[in-house]
């Protein structure tokens, strides 16, 4: 059976270029970086050349980008650099819809080091609200950190008008743009952003690579400190393989940045429109203006995602879900939660994410199977449309 | 994902007895659509001797729970009632060839459930509105009977293996303090020297406003906090302490639970006899 992947936002493929320039660094071409032999020292050559290929696509300079293992290092290193650099300021801004990474290190921090975190709501479309961020954001705010696009609905957010408002109140602005980069286009060096965290393995790099920009003039301090690498920002020997990865996918992303907008989004459209045709009683969640051009989350009203995506994988479909139950937590996602999702349908919301290795055939078949799974397990549920009355006085 | 049994999934991917029973004399409901799982069971029973002919359901939940429903279904099929109320959660688990740790509230769904039908069956009034005592979670409606009726019957030690079968505690966590003397109770641990240790000091008034204002603080507010609300000290006058909800708080139709949530915490942190009341504004 033919695996049909959208489960992009959770992870991607490594593109075939990328592993075969990968390859050379495993069994030939080993060497460290900081070795004096050319054995090692023309591998210093290759990161700077993916360091370059990664500014390129966030049009920044090559000095301004800090390689790390991932997102979660990222957000973390920049906020702890953010807080440990304006030690006067204890308070952090940031969303309620944020990815773990951001979210439970901002939790952490109000719960054991005191400072005070204020959290930006969204309304029903998942969307922050500017005049709130102007009123959260105070001359007491040490770092504001809103994602670029959320993971699970791919709503985008403001972020540089967010930035704006912190850069008016001397604070730091940090975006965790994960699932962001290589989708939408980033013009960084016209922004008021600081910091920016990214992971290689959302854009068809592989796991255990990232990276953060700092702008040029940002106060910093390291987060894992150790030896002069990154130029003394980030010490540990540099995980060559997965850079020059970085860097190769990174040069693909800019590439292929024009097909993500028309390509993919055609075929996330046709998708939607798709299943929401045949299907009854189900929603998009999250706004359908402001969105990645990759992502569609679905609510399927009264069924349950787990059972969804069980049978979905029956057929060889891959998505993930905002259930309760696929987490191993008995709480629905935090995401649609904050966005007012009724239960009726956050139990049963779909995320669909594609990729640029998506066909046009292939949302074909998920908008022929995936109705037959909707109505089966419709068939089975106690509930529908007719006893939402009742539902609403269940304890 | 999930390690699921071959029998589990067998279950999950053609569950037996789906649908509703149209002569039957006895139905079982539990869970809500707001929890994330709910079953509705149809059991048909000959009054003559006991034995159930025939039973159905229809379940809104994960894998693990429409196949727990399924194997309840079949279960129960020709049993008499009194043998089929012996089934325990852990005979529907060990049928479906075992349930992750984490599913095991699905197999207690479908006890409940059938339980809840043969007291509709002898009209009986439903179990659940004979739980007398006290609501411990307030986020899934989970009483300390219910609780302590899981601990013994599974044998279970930890707040998790509460959660895991009974849900409670798997919401803002505020409960588990209470699971664990739950737990402590059941299985005959609680020391006598934790009820010693309630003991205090007499404080002056000074003292226990500090201690107040420290406690809503550190313990209270980040908490309401993270949920868009906050509350503040307006006035502390002998034992009586007034607060008010600000923020999300003061909308939410919760709020008396937070109220009597803050006196808990309150009494636990500084004085057993204090009150809090909630004023606006």
């Known amino acids: 059976m033919k695996t049909v992947y959208l489960d992009n936002n959770a992870t991607t493929m490594v593109a075939p270029e990328v592993f075969e320039t990968m390859r050379p660094f495993f069994l030939e071409r080993y060497g460290n970086p900081s070795s004096m032999h050319s054995f090692g020292g023309t591998v210093a050559r290759v990161v700077a050349a993916a360091r370059e290929h990664l500014a390129e696509l966030l049009g920044v300079s090559p000095r301004e980008v800090v390689f790390t293992s991932g997102g979660t290092e990222s957000d973390s290193t920049a906020i ?316 | 994902m999930w390690e699921y049994s071959e029998k589990l999934k067998d279950h999950f991917f053609h569950p037996r007895n789906v649908g509703e029973l149209e002569e039957c004399n006895a139905v079982g409901e539990v869970g809500s659509l707001a929890c994330g799982d709910a079953l509705k069971l149809f059991v048909k029973i000959d009054p003559e001797s006991d034995r159930i002919l025939d039973a159905r359901f229809k379940t809104f939940g994960c894998g693990s729970a429409i196949a727990s429903s399924s194997a309840l279904t079949e279960m129960i099929k020709g049993r008499t009632v009194d043998e089929a109320l012996k089934i325990t959660n852990q005979d529907i688990a060990d049928y479906l060839g075992g349930l ?18 043969i007291a509709c069956y002898r009209k009986e009034p439903a179990p659940r509105e004979l739980l007398e005592g006290e609501l411990v979670c307030e986020c899934f409606g989970v009483t300390d009977k219910q609780i302590r009726d899981v601990v013994k019957e599974n044998n279970l030690s930890t707040v998790e293996e509460v959660t895991n079968y009974t849900k409670a505690g798997g919401g803002c966590g505020q409960c588990h303090e209470k699971i664990e003397q739950l737990i402590a109770e059941v299985r005959g641990e609680l020391k006598r020297t934790e009820a010693a240790g309630r003991v205090r000091k007499a404080m002056t008034n000074i003292q226990k406003i500090a201690k107040i204002q420290e406690v809503l603080e550190k313990e209270i507010r980040p908490m309401l906090q993270q949920d868009g609300g906050d509350v503040e000290l307006i006035d502390v006058e002998g034992n009586r302490v007034v607060v008010a909800l600000r923020g999300l708080c003061t909308s939410c139709p919760s709020a008396g639970l937070t109220t009597a949530g803050i006196e808990t915490k309150l009494k636990e942190l500084v004085h057993p006899d204090l009150v809090v009341e909630e004023v606006s504004g």
């Open chain 2, 100 to 117: 992750p740790p984490e599913k095991m509230h699905c197999s207690v769904m479908g006890r409940d459930a059938f339980h809840a039908a």
């Open chain 1, 80 to 395: 702890m650099s953010a807080l440990a650099t304006m030690p006067e300021r204890r308070e952090i801004v940031t969303t309620r819809v944020e990815h773990p990474a951001v979210l439970n290190l901002c939790k952490n921090l109000g719960r054991t080091k005191g400072y005070t975190v204020r959290w930006l709501s969204v309304d029903k479309e998942g969307m922050v609200d500017l005049e709130e961020a102007r009123s959260k954001i105070t001359d007491q705010t040490a770092i504001v950190s809103v994602m670029w696009a959320n993971n699970e609905t791919g709503v985008i957010f403001p972020v540089r008008e967010i930035a704006e408002i912190a850069y008016d109140r001397g604070a730091l602005f940090h975006t965790d743009a994960v699932q962001a980069v290589g989708k939408v286009p980033l013009d960084l060096p016209s922004s008021s952003i600081n910091l920016l965290s990214l992971s290689g393995h959302k854009l068809h790099a592989p796991k255990g690579i990232g990276a953060l920009y700092i702008k040029k003039g940002t106060r910093f301090s390291p987060f894992i400190i150790g030896g002069h690498q990154e130029s003394n920002r980030r010490g540990g020997t540099e995980n060559v393989p997965g850079i020059v990865g970085l860097g190769e996918a990174a040069r693909l992303a800019a590439e292929n940045l024009a097909e993500e907008n028309q390509r993919v989004r055609r075929m996330r459209d046709r998708l939607q429109e798709g299943l929401l045709e045949v299907i009854p009683s189900c929603r998009v969640n999250g706004s359908i203006g402001h969105r990645l051009p990759n992502t569609l989350n679905i609510g399927f009203e009264f069924v349950e995602g787990e059972a969804i995506l069980l049978r979905m994988d029956e057929k060889g479909i891959c998505a993930s879900s905002g259930s309760a139950c696929t987490s191993g937590s008995l709480e629905p996602s935090h995401v649609l939660r904050a966005m007012g999702v009724p239960f009726t349908a956050v139990h049963g919301s779909i995320r669909f994410s594609l990729s640029r290795y998506n066909s046009e055939g292939e949302m074909e078949y998920v908008i022929r199977e995936l109705p037959g799974i909707i109505a089966f397990l419709r068939a089975m549920s106690p509930f529908d449309a007719s006893s939402l009355a009742t539902v609403c006085t269940v304890q």
